[in-house]
């Protein structure tokens, strides 16, 4: 069994519900996150489209964060979920420095690693993750990829268009997204004109007040 995550961007929209069932679930401090919704706004008006890409860990089949641990905290489970072992955590930070996605962080009351786990705790007693069940249009899809008859599996299969983050770092993420703009996922596939800036084009008012 290996099971992973799909994401079908064109179902996704915005609406952040599995960000605040991953919260509430999870019981995740504020300023943290296990999984949270980007946004990217692309095009000028009035041909601008928004584009919503739920992130979270990738789960990778040859994971960085499990490579560096020093204590062994972050370890393969046998369905191939990449776990946190909080009593053996020291709190080094060294998983956050080497995961390339930006998905862990320290826990600030336990002073452990944190991050998404697919709720493994769920899965253990039958249960889909909080954030598939809180999804109202069905994006996120989970199951085992090495069944052939898993909705995932045959969404990959009938789906040219699969894409992961980072593809070129060889970390093999379990975690894929269909039907979704490069723009999404890359952040260095979006246009900047030569020579633009935010502040490019500042300007102030003629005057201040209403007369």
């Not at 992130?55 to 046998?78: D, F, G, K, T």
């Not at 199951?143 to 070129?168: A, T």
């Not at 970390?171 to 890359?186: C, E, I, M, N």
Request: charge should be neutral; hydrophobic fraction near 35%; aromatic fraction near 8%.
């Amino acid at each position: 069994m290996r099971l992973g995550f799909l994401v079908d961007l064109s179902r996704c929209m915005g609406c952040m519900a599995c960000a605040v069932s991953c919260k509430a679930e999870n019981d995740v401090p504020l300023h943290s996150w296990r999984l949270r919704v980007k946004y990217i706004d692309q095009g000028e008006f009035p041909e601008v489209k928004r584009h919503f890409v739920p992130l979270r860990c990738n789960h990778c089949e040859n994971a960085p964060c499990e490579r560096i641990c020093p204590v062994s905290a972050l370890h393969y489970l046998p369905n191939g979920i990449v776990n946190v072992d909080h009593n053996r955590c020291i709190g080094c930070a060294s998983c956050m420095m080497a995961c390339p996605y930006n998905a862990i962080y320290i826990d600030p009351i336990t002073n452990s690693a944190d991050k998404c786990t697919y709720c493994a705790h769920r899965i253990e007693v039958g249960m889909m993750p909080a954030c598939v069940v809180a999804c109202p249009t069905h994006a996120n899809i989970f199951g085992d990829l090495d069944d052939p008859e898993s909705e995932i599996s045959k969404y990959l299969k009938e789906h040219k268009d699969v894409m992961v983050r980072k593809p070129e770092l060889n970390t093999k993420p379990k975690h894929f997204y269909v039907r979704g703009s490069t723009v999404a996922l890359d952040p260095l596939a979006s246009e900047r004109p030569e020579g633009y800036t935010l502040f490019t084009e500042v300007k102030f008012l003629d005057h201040i007040g209403g007369h």
